[in-house]
């Protein structure tokens, strides 16, 4: 019998809200007693003092780029990131060469995922044909293949009737509709938020409308239809009040944010480190402080990353020609906990339900989010006092493009535990 | 004063100093008195190479820096967009290394993409020269703006100078912006909202959306290209209404100042931000502003390019 005993570690017990020391028994891939002091003398002992014990985090949102840009990332990479940063689960986005718009492509990408075996990855499929914003992609088929959502991401559905049917059609089997909001008409050539600063640096604006324009209409097709919408990367205090708003009447919505977003606003702009271009935009200090408020408030509900790996000849140019977005996974969790738990911003229950529960819940994932008798035995071992660097050997996924790069970050994971299976690191 | 500027490169007006402004049109004063020489060279810069990185089509800028270059006895090299490895898809990085790796001391940088000489300028240790980028900066051209006000005026604190035009893709109007709020001037900005926003009230300049308001008591009334590709996307509905309410017309500038002068970065679309006719009757500093450009460049070569042989 296979049976592990982690031993001495402070549990983080999302589900009764407490961090406190426990012993976490697993067999078989699942949690069989999480006690105060458990002995168990055929177990494999596993000594966590001084380690938080964290429920394995699941990641809503994760370009891993297979198939077709494995030469920024592939399915083999990106898990080792994810797993290497005490992630369990990714969800895939779609905008892959060929992009997930069929069953067949949901099949590949959980075949990949199931010889990797890292991090599991959960696909995203398409809402419409070729991610062209026309046509209906086959959302049922998708579905009992194993797609967990629905999203054009990268492109809004622009066309308000297409839109409409994906969250009314979906609802016979409560499919996830995941909206990229963003009304391209207002951001075409964009290059950064629209505001005073990034006028005097003569970057071409994005403006927060072009994203409110596209959440209100949405909110009120879910409104309209039933149906179950989720609002990607969510980057604006002006945003957040219609969420809230929308929430408060009963509409069934939930939104994320990513740790940029969280972190960083504009003015890193001014040295044009095209590692800071990502879309949505960074945008006002104002907007980072409210997207932290709206996280604590739960009228965001997700830290989700947006992992957007770019090879070097893609990132490392003009800021005009390099392409949006950058790399999360190997690191999201340390430089979080350091930037928002550490320094009181943020309670760690709170930081981790955000990227484990709370997805899990939205995407259906059973017994996964939290450290509990009957659930999936995946969770992760993080030393805060043990310091990284974000190096090259550091980072396991193929592409660097972050502006943290060489940065350290005090916070170690030390092992992820994944359905009973030990990954060092 | 010491005529010394102590930073490698120079990528915008809004990083310098007033003090720094001044010692680079001073020394560009001594530069010109060797442009009225017979014979229009010095060994200055004998025995350094400066590059020329042109991305984007120039006919002043580019002959200038490359004359004021050769005024001062410097090697010059050019490398554009045409017939150079960037057709082949090289990167502007490796492009840059690849040249510095032949040991450059300046790359005179344009480019279509703003921040792109800043990009640059942390991969060498050679002098960057922004010549242009994108629809951010164009410090020579501010630079020999502002020596051609000197010239006229005698000074450049307390003159009134109407910018007018597609200001939101315009890297001269943000350079002037920065250069003149620096020396003293009060700064007017005109043209359609749609090119003109709001935002830049931020930088301290006043806006205005009439012109015939805006051309009352000004010295120095400074139009801009009006590209005609901003037509397709919609920022103003056809030339002929451009014209009507913000071009630089006869009729509009009976309404100025008789001692205000016209100026222009060119090129000129004569007919529509500004009438050819004006400058026959008016005062143009148009051409001053082009020998001034040489004089700007010679001066910011001879400042930036560090080295004994320079500071000689």
Redesign the interface.
Known sequence: MNRKLFKGGTVVDVLRRKVSKADVLVEEGFILAVEPSIDASDAEVINCDGLFIVPGLIDMHAHLREPGEEHKEDIGTGTSAAIHGGYVAVVSMPNTNPPCDNRSVVEYILRRSKEEDKAEVLPCGTITKGRKGLELAELSDMHEGGAVAFSDDGSWVQHSGVMRRALEYTKFFNGLIISHPEDSTLT?MG?ANE??LT??????GMPVAAETIAIFRDLELARLTGGRLHIAHVSSKDSIELIKRAKEAGIKVTAEVTPHHLLFDETKLV??D?NYKVNPPLRSAEDREALLDALKEGIIDVIATDHAPHAD?EK??????APFGMIWLDFAFPVLYQSLVTSGRLDLIKLVENMSLKPAKILGLEKLGAIEKGYRASFFAFNPETEVKIDREFIKSRAYNTPLYNFKVKGKIEWTLKDGKIYRH | MEMQIKRKDLLGLEDLTREEIEIILNTAKSMREILDRPIKKVPTLKGKTVVNMFFEPSTRTQSSFDLAAKRLSADTVSVSTKGSAVQKGESLLDTLLNIDAMKADAFIVRHWASGAPHFLAKHTEAAVINAGDGTHEHPTQALLDMLTMEDRFGKIEGLRVLIVGDILHSRVARSNIFGLKKMGAHVTLAGPPTLLPEYFKELGVEICYDIDEAVKDKDVIMALRIQKERLEEAYFPSIREYRKYFGITRERLKRASKNAVIMHPGPVNWGVELDFDLIQERESLILDQVTNGVAIRMAVLYLFIRGEKAHE
């Open positions: 075409h290059l505001s005073a006028t005097k640096l003569g970057l071409r040295d044009y095209s000849f490392m140019d003009e800021f005009n020609a």
